[in-house]
C-alpha cells in the first residue's frame, strides 16, 4: 500500500497520468466519435471521466503525507 | 409561464440571500473565523469556470455538434492532473511576491515591467468582454423564454430588464468585491457568495436533468433508442463526423486544458483567493467531480430537446424550455436561477479581477507620467468603482452589439483563445530560467494581435461593424492576409486556425526573444526565483556586523510620504508602522544598511498587495529609499557574503536552496502556529469569562441561601405567633381578623420567595431516571387546582417514548409554566370584564414527540408580552407583576438545561403565550445527566 502511495505522489506519475487522460481523451477518441456509436461513446467518456476522477482523489490523498511531515 | 414582475422579484430575493450570506462571511472573517479558509469552499468556488456557457451553451453545442461540448471539461480534468505541481508552485510564488492578478504575476515573473503588465492587462481586458456579454446574453434570453408576453408594469421591466441587471451587478460587485483596499485583494464574501451560486447551479442543471430524462423520457436508454431509430433526414446536419471533428475537439481539449488556469477570473478564484496551498489537495478531486456532474445531463437534455421536435439552433435553451414547456413553472424558475448563479458569478469575480488590473497597471502608470492626475492616486478606491462598472457596462454593450451574431458557445470561445496566449509566457516562467521580459513582451504581443486579428476582426465583420470583403479578398485585397485563412490555409476551421498560428507566433517569438536577448541580474534572480519556488523562499541576510549611521526617521518620513500618495494619511501612517515593524527597527533611531534593506522589501510587499508590484517596484525607484552610498555598500554587504562562503558556485547554489526550503517550512509551520495559538487564546478566554461568570452567581447564590435561610427562621415566628394571636382573639372584631390574615398571606408569600431563591440559587442537580411523561404529567395537572372559570386543556400525544428525568424538578417546570398561563389569563379576563368584552379564559398543556425527545408545551390564550418583557422573561429577578419574584421562568430554564433540554417562548401581546420545553431522548438525557 505504502508503496502505491509513493507511486501516486510523485510528479513523474502525475505527469505519466496526464499523457494517459490525453490518451483517453484526445485523439483516437475524437476520430471516431459517430452517431452510429453515441451511446457508446457516451458511456466511454463518462466512465473514463469518473475513473480518472477516482485517480486523482488517491493521488491527492497521497499527497496527505508529504503535507504533513512539511 | 410567469410574470416578469415575479421573476425579477425572485431573482432580487436570491441575489439578497447571497448578498446577507457574503456579508456575514466578511463579518466572521473580520472576527478572525474565516469561514472561507476550507477546501470544500475553495472547491466549489473553482465552479465559476461553469458559467452560463456551460449551463445552456453546452446543450446547445450538444445538440448541433453531439459530444463536442465534452472537451470543454475534460481540458480542465487534464490540467488538474498537473496541479499538485503547476498550481501549488503559482500558490507559492503568489504568497511570496503578494500577487494581485494574473497580470501582476507575468509583470512580477518578467523584471517587474509594467509594460508586460499593461499588455496583459490589454489582453485580459479584451478578451473578457465577449465572456460577460456572453452571461449578460444567458441571463436576458432565459428571461425572456421564462415569462409571458410583457403587459402594464412587465412591459417596463422586460424593456429594462439589462440596465437593471447591470446595476445591481455594479452595485453587488463594489460593495463586496471593492469595498476596501486589501493588500491581499482576497474576498471571503464575494468567494462565499460563488460558491453557493455553484451548488445552486449544479442542483438546478441536475434537477432539470433529471426531470428531462426520467419524466419526460424513460431514462438514459429510451432517449439513445429514440435518437438511432429517429430518421437521419429529421437530425441531419446535428451530428458531425467528418475530419475537421477531431481537430476541432482537440482544439477544444487545448483551449479548455489552459482556460482552468489562465482566464483572469480562474486565475483569481485558484491562486489568488487560495488560502492554504493544501486546499488544492480537495479541489484536485472535487472539482473534476462537479464538472462531471453538471455534465452528465447535457447530451441528455439535448436529445430530448430534438426528440421533442425543437429547433437545434435554439438549442442553448433546451435545458429551460422543456421544463417550462412540461407545465413545470417552479422547476423552470430553480434553472433560470440556476443559469442566473452561473452568470453573475462570472460577471462579478471577472469584473473585480479586470478592474484591479486596469486600476494597478493602466491608470497607475499613466498617473506617474501625467502630473496633474497625480491626485487619483489617493482616489485610489473610487477609481476601482469607475473601473468595475465601466468593465459591466461594456460588457453589456458589447452584448448588445455582437451578441445576435452568435450562440453562446462561439462567443465563450473568443474568451478561451484570448487566455490560451498568456500560456506559454506563465508556464515558461515558472519552468524556464531563460525567459525574460523581451521574449514575454514579443510572445504575449504577437499571440495577442494573431488572436485578434484571425478570431475577434471576424465577429466584428459578421456583426457588420466592418465590410465583408475582408474575410473573402483581405486587407487591401491581399488574400494571403484572409484573417481567417492566414498565409493560405485554408484546410482549418476558424478556431483551429487562430488557435494555430497565435501559439506558434507566441511560443515561437517568446523562446527566440528569450534566447536573443539577455536577462538582467535582477530578472535573474526572479526567474531563479519563480522557477525554484517550491524549494525556495526570499533570502534572508540580516547581519548584525554593520554600523548603524542611516538616519531612520528620514526614511520613514520617505516611506509614508511613498504610501500617502495612494492612501489617506491614516492608512499611510498604519502601513509605514507596519513596515517598520516587519524590518524589526520601530525602537531604533538609526539603522544600517541592511536593516534599510529589510525596509525596502517590507514596504515593496506591503505596497504590491495594493497596486501591483510592477508600479510598487516603479514608486520605490521614484521614491529613491537608497541614496548612491547606501546603494554602493549594499553591494559591498553581498560582495562579502560571497566572498566570505569560499564555496563552489553549485555548493553555493545547493546550501541556499537547502536553507531556503527549511526556512520555507519554518515560516509555513510558524504561521499555521501561529493560527492555532490565536484560536486556542480565544476559545481559553471565552472559558476564563464563563469561569468568572458562574464563579460570581456561585458567590452570590451561597450570600441569598445563607440570608434565606436565616429569614426563614423569624419568618417562623412571626407566622406561629399570629396563629397564636387568631386563636386568642378568634371572636375578635372583623379589623383585627382581617390583619391577622394579612400577615398570615405576607409570611406565605415571603416564604415561597425564599423557597423559589433557594431552589434558583442551591437546588440539587437533577437526578433522572427513565419514565413515561404522560402518566406523569396527567398526576400533576390532576393536582393543580385553577379557577373555575379557567379551562385547563390537556392534549397528550400517545406513545411517547420515555426519557430520562427528574420527577420532582420537572414537577416545577410544570407547575411555575402552568401558573405562569393562569395568571396571564386571568389577567385578561379580568380586563375583558371591565370592558365588557366576551373572553373564554384557555389554558392548554401539549406533549408530542421532538425528534428523539419529548416536547412539552404549555399554552394560553392570556395577555401575551411585547417583544421587550419577552427578551428579558428567562432572566432572573425580572418580572412585571407587583408580587412577583421574577424567579419562575428562570428557574424553568435553568431545571431544563440540566436535563440536557431546551425552552422556549413564543408570545404576542394580547393574543397569549406559548413556553415549549423540550426534553431529549433517552440515552443523551441520561449521559448529560
Known amino acids: ?70 | 409561464m410567469l410574470d416578469s414582475f415575479s421573476v425579477i422579484t425572485v431573482l432580487c430575493m436570491y441575489m439578497g440571500f447571497l448578498f446577507l450570506t457574503a456579508l456575514w462571511v466578511e463579518r466572521k472573517s473580520a472576527e478572525g473565523r474565516s469561514l472561507v479558509n476550507n477546501p470544500l469552499v475553495y472547491s466549489l468556488s473553482l465552479g465559476i469556470y461553469c458559467t452560463g456557457w456551460t449551463y445552456y451553451g453546452s446543450v446547445g453545442k450538444a445538440a448541433t455538434s453531439g459530444l463536442l461540448f465534452v472537451p470543454i471539461y475534460l481540458g480542465p480534468t487534464l490540467a488538474i492532473v498537473l496541479w499538485w505541481t503547476v498550481l501549488r508552485k503559482l500558490v507559492r510564488i503568489k504568497t511570496s511576491h503578494h500577487i494581485t492578478s494574473i497580470a501582476d504575476f507575468i509583470s512580477a515573473r518578467y523584471n517587474k515591467s509594467q509594460t508586460v503588465a499593461a499588455l496583459a492587462t490589454v489582453i485580459a481586458l479584451i478578451g473578457t468582454m465577449p465572456y460577460i456579454a456572453l452571461q449578460f446574453k444567458a441571463i436576458l434570453s432565459t428571461f425572456s423564454i421564462i415569462t409571458r408576453p410583457a403587459t402594464g408594469m412587465d412591459t417596463w421591466i422586460a424593456g429594462h430588464l439589462g440596465p437593471v441587471v447591470v446595476c445591481l451587478m455594479v452595485v453587488f460587485t463594489i460593495i463586496l468585491g471593492s469595498r476596501r483596499l486589501d493588500p491581499t485583494e482576497r474576498h471571503p464574501g464575494l468567494v462565499m457568495a460563488v460558491a453557493v451560486e455553484c451548488l445552486v447551479k449544479l442542483f438546478a442543471f441536475l434537477a432539470a436533468g433529471i426531470f428531462v430524462t426520467y419524466f419526460l423520457f424513460d431514462g438514459f436508454g429510451d432517449l439513445f433508442k429514440r435518437i438511432e431509430e429517429t430518421p437521419p433526414a429529421a437530425l441531419a446536419g446535428l451530428w458531425q463526423t467528418d475530419k475537421s471533428h477531431a481537430v476541432e475537439w482537440m482544439t477544444y481539449l487545448i483551449l479548455a486544458t489552459s482556460a482552468i488556469m489562465f482566464l483572469p477570473r480562474q486565475f483569481h478564484v485558484l491562486v489568488v483567493e487560495n488560502f492554504h496551498e493544501k486546499h488544492i489537495k480537495t479541489a484536485m478531486w472535487l472539482f473534476p467531480l462537479y464538472m462531471l456532474l453538471i455534465n452528465i445531463f447535457v447530451l441528455p437534455i439535448a436529445m430530448g430537446g430534438l426528440l421533442k421536435g425543437y429547433n437545434a439552433q435554439q438549442a442553448d435553451t433546451f435545458v429551460l424550455a422543456l421544463p417550462l414547456h412540461a407545465g413545470q413553472t417552479w422547476l423552470s424558475v430553480l434553472v433560470f436561477l440556476g443559469g442566473a448563479s452561473a452568470a453573475t458569478g462570472m460577471i462579478m469575480i471577472s469584473s473585480i479581477t479586470v478592474a484591479t488590473m486596469i486600476t494597478n497597471h493602466l491608470l497607475l502608470p499613466v498617473v506617474g507620467w501625467i502630473k496633474a492626475l497625480a491626485f487619483l492616486r489617493r482616489q485610489l478606491l473610487k477609481c476601482r468603482w469607475v473601473a468595475v462598472g465601466g468593465v459591466i457596462l461594456i460588457g453589456y454593450w458589447f452584448e448588445r452589439q455582437v451578441g445576435e451574431s452568435y450562440m453562446l458557445v462561439n462567443i465563450g470561445i473568443i474568451s478561451f483563445a484570448a487566455a490560451l496566449q498568456f500560456a506559454p509566457v506563465i508556464l515558461g516562467g515558472i519552468f524556464w530560467r531563460r525567459g525574460n521580459k523581451a521574449g514575454a513582451l514579443m510572445g504575449l504581443g504577437s499571440g495577442f494581435l494573431v488572436w485578434f486579428y484571425t478570431l475577434l476582426l471576424p465577429a466584428f465583420v459578421r456583426s457588420g461593424w466592418l465590410p465583408d470583403t475582408l474575410l473573402q479578398y483581405g486587407p487591401f485585397g491581399i488574400t494571403l492576409l484572409r484573417p481567417e485563412n492566414l498565409f493560405g490555409i485554408t484546410t482549418l476551421a476558424p478556431l483551429t486556425h487562430t488557435v494555430f498560428w497565435s501559439l506558434l507566433f507566441n511560443i515561437g517569438l517568446y523562446v527566440l526573444g528569450s534566447l536573443y536577448f539577455p536577462q538582467s541580474e535582477e530578472e535573474q534572480g526572479l526567474a531563479e526565483d519563480f522557477v525554484g519556488a517550491l524549494t525556495s523562499s526570499p533570502p534572508i541576510t540580516r547581519s548584525g556586523n554593520r554600523e548603524s549611521y542611516i538616519d531612520l526617521a528620514g526614511k520613514t518620513k520617505s516611506v509614508r510620504d511613498l504610501f500617502g500618495q495612494y492612501f489617506d494619511s491614516h492608512e499611510s501612517l498604519v502601513m509605514t508602522e507596519k513596515c517598520l515593524d516587519l524590518g524589526g527597527i520601530e525602537q531604533k533611531s538609526r539603522i544600517s544598511i541592511l536593516e534599510l534593506a529589510e525596509l525596502h522589501n517590507a514596504v515593496e510587499k506591503t505596497l504590491a498587495g495594493s497596486i501591483g508590484s510592477a508600479e510598487a517596484r516603479r514608486a520605490l525607484h521614484q521614491a529613491g529609499l537608497f541614496t548612491d552610498r547606501e546603494a554602493k555598500e549594499l553591494s559591498e554587504v553581498y560582495a562579502e557574503i560571497l566572498a566570505s562562503l569560499k564555496v563552489t558556485p553549485q555548493e553555493l547554489e545547493r546550501k541556499i536552496d537547502y536553507y531556503q526550503e527549511r526556512e520555507a517550512l519554518l515560516t509555513q509551520h510558524a504561521a499555521e502556529l501561529e493560527e492555532k495559538v490565536t484560536e486556542r487564546t480565544r476559545d481559553l478566554k471565552a472559558a476564563q469569562e464563563e469561569l468568572i461568570k458562574r464563579e460570581r452567581l456561585s458567590v452570590l447564590g451561597q450570600l441569598t441561601a445563607i440570608v434565606s435561610h436565616e429569614l426563614r427562621n423569624p419568618l417562623g415566628v412571626i407566622r406561629s405567633s399570629a396563629f397564636f394571636l387568631f386563636r386568642k382573639l378568634g371572636g375578635g372584631d372583623e379589623k383585627t381578623k382581617k390583619h391577622l390574615q394579612r400577615i398570615e398571606q405576607q409570611v406565605g408569600l415571603c416564604d415561597a420567595i425564599i423557597g423559589e431563591l433557594l431552589e434558583y440559587t442551591r437546588g440539587r442537580r437533577s437526578s433522572t431516571l427513565p419514565g413515561e411523561i404522560n402518566p406523569w404529567l396527567e398526576d400533576i395537572l390532576d393536582q393543580m387546582s385553577t379557577p373555575d372559570s379557567v379551562a385547563l386543556l390537556r392534549s397528550l400525544a400517545p406513545l411517547l417514548p420515555p426519557v430520562h428525568f427528574d420527577e420532582e424538578k420537572m414537577r416545577r417546570v410544570i407547575i411555575n409554566l402552568v401558573e405562569n398561563a393562569v395568571q396571564a389569563v386571568t389577567a385578561k379576563e379580568n380586563a375583558s370584564g371591565e370592558t365588557g368584552a366576551s373572553y373564554k379564559p384557555s389554558v392548554k398543556v401539549t406533549t408530542s414527540i421532538a425528534g428523539r425527545g419529548i416536547r412539552i408545551e404549555v399554552q394560553d390564550n392570556g395577555v401575551g408580552m411585547d417583544h421587550e418583557t419577552a427578551r428579558h422573561a428567562f432572566e432572573p429577578l425580572f418580572t412585571t407583576r407587583a408580587r412577583g419574584t421574577g424567579l419562575g421562568l428562570a428557574i424553568v430554564r435553568k431545571i431544563v438545561e440540566e436535563h440536557g433540554g431546551k425552552v422556549s417562548l413564543q408570545t404576542e401581546s394580547d393574543a397569549g403565550t406559548t413556553v415549549a420545553v423540550v426534553i431529549p431522548g433517552g440515552s443523551q438525557s441520561a449521559e448529560e445527566s
Not at chain 1, 490525453?22 to 475524437?30: I, K, N, S, V
Not at chain 1, 452510429?36 to 471521466?49: N, R
Open chain 1, 1 to 70: 500500500m505504502e508503496r502505491l502511495r509513493a507511486l501516486l505522489r510523485q510528479t513523474e506519475f502525475h505527469v505519466l497520468l496526464f499523457f494517459v487522460c490525453l490518451f483517453l481523451f484526445g485523439w483516437p477518441l475524437a476520430t471516431s466519435a459517430d452517431l452510429e456509436q453515441l451511446e457508446l461513446m457516451f458511456v466511454y467518456i463518462f466512465v473514463a471521466w469518473t475513473i480518472v476522477v477516482l485517480l486523482l482523489f488517491l493521488v491527492s490523498r497521497s499527497q496527505k503525507d508529504v503535507d504533513d511531515s512539511e
